[in-house]
């Protein structure tokens, strides 16, 4: 069997495996040091009650003949599909629209298959790094009429937004808002004017909303809240961060039926297609504690654990900034942005872990715009957020 | 955005889905006849108690501060990887080489990505429609070197085995062992007579063993019980039809340290790296359902369940043989194959419907050897068998 050339477009190692490695190294050359890992955004907080408890009677009603049930159904459970339009959406859109998967990482990936193998990428800049390396393993990133993947800067210190003028017709745009790792998220006015971009030159933007729980306050959850987005946009979804999810795997893709390729076509049941063909659903466990999550109860359970994280995140924004420090986000997500003095992000990496232990992802990680920068995350026990703001404190 | 020409290569129709179309249809005309469904292979047992007991166990311990777990390892918990090496390999392979995943279908997916655009795919014929379906979405089937996509007939009233030796160097071979739609298995030396030439041609077998807990006595359950077969096999299963979880989502990639491409790099790098770009795990809970089915008392509830379908499959094949049909399957499976007077297996699919009120599978389903074959199901509830037995009967 000979290799897939698209090997070789990735960079030989994964973001969160290279800092693994950092870290392993460091802490084998200093073990009298304690470490704080504010690296990988991953939750810490305990399931809701009610939402664990839903886990629990799912599983168990499989051991009883009547409530046993085999594979779910293609999009997913219909309740949860019904909820997640109607909570998460005011029902501007319509559960037959909502796929449920089992992860926004997984249908990143599953939507290359979609976009196909002359697809020209745009990626928002810096961003979740999946957008790129699923793009990398599923096309040659150069083809006779050019590069198929691109990126649009967006750093918070230049308040620009992605130039999508600059994207060709037909191309796919992803954007993530609130963004990860810049924390910031589109006002409403942004989003519009990005939208009529796209409508205009039939482009297809796949937003990213796996952030959206931590939006408070009037900025845009969905896209779908911007007139005329049904017709150029698919948006991907997440319980991971919302709910505590990331080890539970649950997530939904927007697909709307207004959607159609240049020449016509509905999307929506090419879409369907391919998930029934590459994919048999989410954990119907995960999927009923998914119902659970948007009941009202499940809801202030999620309200009370989002609220923690912004918390964490401010805390260390507000130290941040009293060392002078330039940031962004630390509101509306559970993410602070870092300048740093350093010009390699892996650089200023080495330096929070050497002066702070702390445990930061260098900002390259994200996309070339990156460079210069470091993600910290309020994902982690409010004791550790505490001995880490002491840390930077006295830095 | 334009439309990912490889759409087109797919049949207009997903079998399961035609199949539902055509029997919704039959029963809006036919409202007064009760059908019994062995159409689809899905599960119908309820859980063993003490995997749906570890399942809620798993829920309950996520809402603990102490047990909360994110994100799982990449390649899965290491005690279910471990507990597959150990119990369902006795260690021939190591827990290393194990990748969790959440089923066989989406680990088929995934292995395109490996493979690439330009990889010569020949499928066992019939088989698992999956394999054909997604290598149609992965690549262009006509290349300037020729098809991309062939198939290796391997009907049971023929008894010939897939001709390997029709493909060229660097093929990828899909099997299927015990095979669906057929229900036959490989012969030890049958087997070893196709890891021969798949070695000797650099040739790459993907080895499907979903149905491996089927297996009576001593046919091979894995094909790394042949000498050689690490050098040229990735071998797919799954928890679906083994513990009843096709709605709970688990299953496994061996991908073995010895295995590389023909320009000598290991396959096992990609491969995490594939998984890790591409997929976030398993979800814990259903890893945890899977090391309790591998526990002795696991085992002993995941072998009543499978007794029993293999038992509704030889009751239904006694009866078929009694009807003087040709049939294969029924030992080792729990799918019996029927060959059919009626040279188009829809024509047979909708004879047994409206003589028997019994939904099949159409054999053309799972490839062009399928024709004139339909499926009939083990997967039912015993009443359900013994009543599907009596029409049959009164045939």
């Not at 290279?18 to 504010?38: C, G």
């Not at 040659?140 to 003028?165: A, F, M, N, Q, W």
């Not at 790792?181 to 909303?209: C, H, M, W």
């Not at 260098?362 to 309020?378: A, D, L, N």
């Amino acid at each position: 069997m000979k290799r897939n050339p698209f090997f070789l477009q990735l960079s030989p190692n994964y973001l969160f495996r290279e800092l693994k490695n950092r870290v392993d190294n460091f802490a084998l050359l200093n073990p009298e040091r304690s470490l704080i890992s504010l690296g990988v955004g991953d939750t810490t907080e305990p399931l809701g009650t009610t939402i664990a408890e839903s886990l629990s009677q799912a599983a168990c009603d499989m051991r009883d003949q009547e409530l046993y049930m085999g594979y779910g159904p293609d999009q997913g459970l219909l309740p949860l599909r019904e909820k997640i339009a109607s909570v998460l959406y005011q029902d501007i859109i319509s559960p037959d629209e909502v796929f449920v998967s089992d992860g926004a990482k997984c249908d990143i990936a599953r939507l290359q298959v979609l976009f196909g193998q002359d697809a020209v990428v745009y990626i928002q800049d810096p961003s979740y790094p999946a957008y790129a390396d699923s793009s990398r393993l599923a096309r040659s990133i150069v083809g006779k009429e050019g590069h198929r993947l691109s990126y649009l800067s967006t750093l918070p210190e230049k308040d620009t937004l992605p130039h999508l003028e600059a994207a060709p017709e037909d191309a796919i745009i992803f954007l993530c808002s609130p963004n990860n790792p810049t924390g910031v998220a589109f006002q409403r006015s942004e989003l519009s004017s990005l939208v009529d971009i796209a409508q205009r030159k039939n482009q297809l933007i796949v937003y990213d909303v796996a952030y959206r729980a931590f939006i408070q306050g009037d900025l845009p959850r969905s896209i779908y809240e911007i007139e005329g987005a049904k017709k150029c946009a698919i948006e991907i979804g997440s319980f991971s961060k919302m709910a505590g999810f990331s080890g539970i795997r649950l997530g939904w893709t927007v697909v709307p039926k207004d959607l159609t390729y240049s020449n016509g076509i509905t999307i929506h049941s090419d879409f369907l297609r391919l998930v029934t063909t590459t994919f048999n659903g989410a954990s119907i466990l995960s999927q009923r504690g998914g119902i659970q999550a948007l009941s009202p109860e499940g809801l202030e359970e999620i309200e009370r654990q989002i609220l923690l994280y912004l918390e964490n995140a401010g805390s260390l924004k507000e130290a941040l900034l009293k060392k002078n420090f330039i940031v962004s986000g630390g509101e509306h997500s559970p993410y602070v942005w870092i300048k740093t003095e350093h010009t390699s992000s892996w650089d200023a990496f080495d330096y929070f872990l050497q002066e702070t232990g702390i445990i930061v992802t260098p900002g390259i990680g994200f996309g070339p715009s990156g460079e210069g920068h470091v993600r910290i995350s309020g994902f982690g026990r409010p004791y550790l957020i505490e001995s880490a703001i002491r840390r930077i404190e006295s830095l």
